[in-house]
């Protein structure tokens, strides 16, 4: 038997080890990002553009097949955070991205 206290779950009626749901309540908070295949993104991740996209403010275009590194999740399940060369601040749908 361990010594973790438990907790009563008002959402499931049930007793549960306090460590279990606090990792419940922190996976209610979290965003699943997907790309455009339905891999899960994750921070950090590299990713391919599967289609040319135009850059608003920027005057350029991506190309298909454009590796983008270190991305970083918004909390928007339909959002990235990236950087390349020449564009500040750009942000991509997660619909025109691939995990590599």
Same mark, same amino acid.
């Given at each position: 038997?361990s =010594?973790e206290?438990?907790?009563? =779950?008002?959402?499931s009626?049930?007793?549960?080890?306090?460590?279990?749901?606090?990792?419940?309540?922190?996976a209610?908070?979290?965003?699943?990002?997907?790309?455009? /295949?339905?891999?899960?993104?994750?921070?950090?991740?590299?990713?391919?553009?599967?289609? =040319?996209?135009?850059?608003?403010?920027?005057?350029?275009?991506l190309?298909?097949?454009?590796?983008?590194?270190?991305?970083?999740?918004?909390?928007?399940?339909?959002?990235?955070?990236?950087?390349? =060369?020449?564009?500040?601040?750009? /942000?991509?749908?997660?619909?025109?991205?691939?995990?590599?």
């Amino acid at each position: 038997m361990s =010594d973790e206290d438990y907790v009563y =779950d008002e959402d499931s009626g049930e007793w549960l080890p306090a460590s279990e749901l606090a990792a419940k309540r922190a996976a209610e908070g979290t965003v699943e990002v997907r790309d455009a /295949v339905g891999n899960l993104l994750a921070d950090g991740d590299q990713v391919t553009l599967i289609k =040319d996209l135009e850059v608003k403010g920027a005057g350029q275009t991506l190309k298909r097949g454009t590796l983008i590194k270190s991305i970083r999740l918004t909390g928007d399940a339909q959002e990235i955070d990236c950087r390349f =060369d020449g564009i500040k601040g750009l /942000v991509l749908r997660a619909e025109f991205v691939r995990k590599r």
